[in-house]
């Protein structure tokens, strides 16, 4: 049986470049054991998403648990 227990939680992120809106309340909880793929379009905040949970930048609003 796998461990349920959040070992990343992202809640509520959101951000922006200037008037550029790249990602708008995006959720996202990863668990022990868990895989999980990042897939979308060209220009769809794929980049931006993973650079916000490895803390490369900063999100505009949200908060990122680890």
Same mark, same amino acid.
């Given at each position: ?8 939680? @992202? @809640?509520?992120?959101?951000?922006? !470049?200037?008037? +550029?809106? @790249?990602?708008?309340? %995006? ?7 868990? %895989? ?12 931006? !998403? ?9 999100? +505009?609003?949200?908060?990122?648990? %680890?």
């Amino acid at each position: 049986m796998m461990d349920r227990q959040p070992i990343l939680r @992202a @809640a509520g992120i959101n951000k922006n !470049f200037g008037p +550029t809106r @790249a990602l708008i309340d %995006v959720d996202f909880l990863l668990c022990r054991g868990e %895989v999980h793929g990042l897939i979308g379009e060209n220009g769809s905040g794929k980049s931006t !998403f993973i650079r916000l949970l490895t803390r490369e930048i900063k999100p +505009t609003s949200g908060k990122i648990y %680890v």
